[in-house]
C-alpha cells in the first residue's frame, strides 16, 4: 500500500507527557502533511514537511523526517487534555496523483 | 473570510437511494477535493475538480459523480446507496497555482447514513 501506515493506532498518556507518533510509506513523496481530527469531525491541517527537510516545529509540535526509512514521527510536548483527538499522516506523491494519502491514523489519548 | 463549508451536516438515507452533497470553498481556492471516511479509518480520495472538470480520481465507482460550479463550489452525488456508503464525507479546497503540494482546508463533514 502506498499508503502512510500510523503506529501506534491508540495512544493513552497523562497530561504533561510527551506523545510521540510515527509514520511509514513505501513511495516516493513531494512532502508529508500532519492533521488532526476531533471525534469524526473535519480534518485541521498542522504541520507539512517536504522531501528536502529533516526536521519542523511548530508551537509544542515537531515533526521529523526519514525520506531513506521512508518514515516521519510527530512529537507533541507537554500534552494536554485538548490534545486528545485522531491524528492523521498524508502523503503528496512525487508523481501521479495530486492528492492527498492518508494513514489509519494514531487515536490519542491524554488523561487530565 | 470563511472557511470551507459543507451541507447538510447530516444526511440519512436507504438503500438504492440517491444523494447529493455541498461544498463551499475557502474564500480565494479554485479547487476542491472530495475523500471519503469510513469509521475508525483515514480519508479516501474520492476525486478533484478544477476548472469545472474532474483532474483526478480515486478507487471509486462510476455511482459517485461530481461537479464544479463557475464559483467554484463543489457537489458530490452519490446514485443508487449501498450500506457501505455510510461515511463522513470531506470536502477539502487548495489553491491550484500552488500546484496543491501545500496543506488542504478541510470542511467539517457530511455524515451519511445509509439504512
Known amino acids: 500500500s502506498q499508503q502512510g501506515e500510523e503506529d501506534p493506532q491508540a495512544l493513552s498518556i497523562q497530561e504533561g507527557e510527551n506523545a510521540t507518533m510515527n509514520c511509514s510509506y513505501k513511495?516516493?513523496?513531494?512532502?508529508l502533511q500532519w492533521y488532526r481530527q476531533n471525534s469524526g469531525r473535519g480534518l485541521v491541517h498542522l504541520i507539512l514537511i517536504r522531501s528536502n527537510e529533516r526536521e519542523k516545529h511548530s508551537g509544542r509540535l515537531r515533526v521529523t523526517l526519514d525520506t531513506s526509512k521512508k518514515s516521519s514521527s510527530l512529537l507533541i510536548t507537554a500534552s494536554r487534555a485538548a490534545d486528545t483527538a485522531s491524528y492523521f499522516c498524508?502523503?503528496?506523491?512525487?508523481?501521479?496523483?495530486?492528492?492527498?494519502?492518508f494513514g489509519s491514523g494514531t487515536r490519542l489519548q491524554v488523561q487530565p | 473570510d470563511a472557511g470551507v463549508t459543507q451541507s447538510p451536516t447530516h444526511l440519512i438515507k436507504t438503500r438504492g437511494q440517491q444523494v447529493t452533497l455541498r461544498c463551499s470553498p475557502k474564500?480565494?481556492?479554485?479547487?476542491v477535493s472530495w475523500y471519503q471516511q469510513a469509521l475508525g479509518q483515514g480519508p479516501q480520495f474520492i476525486f478533484q475538480y478544477y476548472e469545472e472538470e474532474e483532474r483526478q480520481r480515486g478507487n471509486f465507482p462510476d455511482r459517485f459523480s461530481g461537479h464544479q460550479f463557475p464559483n467554484y463550489s463543489s457537489e458530490l452525488n452519490v446514485n443508487a446507496l449501498l450500506l457501505g456508503d455510510s461515511a463522513l464525507y470531506l470536502c477539502?479546497?487548495?489553491?491550484?497555482?500552488?500546484?496543491?503540494?501545500?496543506?488542504?482546508?478541510f470542511g467539517p463533514g457530511t455524515r451519511l447514513t445509509v439504512l
Open positions: 498524508a502523503l503528496y506523491m512525487d508523481t501521479g496523483r495530486r492528492a492527498l494519502t
Open positions: 513511495t516516493s513523496i513531494n512532502n
Open positions: 477539502a479546497s487548495s489553491l491550484r497555482t500552488s500546484g496543491s503540494r501545500d496543506e488542504q482546508f
Open positions: 474564500s480565494g481556492h479554485d479547487t
